[in-house]
C-alpha cells in the first residue's frame, strides 16, 4: 500500500500543470495573469491541500483499523488463554478430587465379617448368610 498515493498524484499533476504553464507562458516582458498555464497551475495548487488532508485522514483510518484489527487479535489471544487456564483448574480440581477419593479409599478400614454357620466371608450388615441361609441375628446359647 501506498502511503500518499493522492499526494503523488496530485504532485506530478502540479508539476504537469506548472511545466504547461512555464512553455505557455508568452515571451513578451509583460506576465498575462489570464494564461491558462498559470490558471491551471494555481487551481492544481490549490487542490494539492486537500490531497494532504486526504492522505492524512486515508492514513489515520488504516492506522486505526490495523490497531483495531491488532486489539482483536489480542482480545482473542486472551480469551484463549483464559479458556485454557480454567480448563486447567478443571482437571486440577478433577485430579485433586480423585486424589482425595483413593485417600479416603485406603484410609477406610475393610471390616470382613464371617458367617458362624459355615464360615464363609459374608457382607457387613448381612443378617442371613446368603450361603447356609441362616439367621445371623440369633445368639447363640
Not at 503523488?8 to 512553455?23: N, Q, V
Not at 483464559?82 to 478443571?90: C, H, S
Request: glycine share 4%; aromatic share 10%; charged share 30%.
Amino acid at each position: 500500500m501506498v502511503k500518499y498515493k493522492f499526494t503523488i498524484i496530485w504532485f506530478i499533476l502540479f508539476f504537469t500543470a506548472m511545466t504547461i504553464a512555464i512553455l505557455t507562458m508568452s515571451g513578451s516582458e509583460e506576465q498575462d495573469q489570464y494564461n491558462p498555464g498559470v490558471i491551471m497551475g494555481a487551481i492544481v495548487v490549490l487542490l494539492c491541500c486537500p490531497a494532504f488532508i486526504i492522505d492524512y485522514r486515508h492514513t489515520e483510518k488504516y492506522k486505526s483499523k490495523q490497531e483495531e484489527k491488532k486489539l482483536k487479535l489480542q482480545l482473542q489471544q486472551k480469551q484463549l488463554e483464559v479458556a485454557i487456564k480454567e480448563k486447567e483448574l478443571d482437571f486440577e480440581k478433577r485430579k485433586i478430587s480423585i486424589e482425595l477419593a483413593e485417600k479416603q479409599l485406603s484410609n477406610k478400614e475393610v471390616i470382613t465379617k464371617f458367617c458362624p454357620f459355615c464360615g464363609k466371608e459374608i457382607g457387613e450388615v448381612a443378617s442371613i448368610c446368603p450361603f447356609c441361609g441362616m439367621d445371623l441375628t440369633i445368639k447363640e446359647k
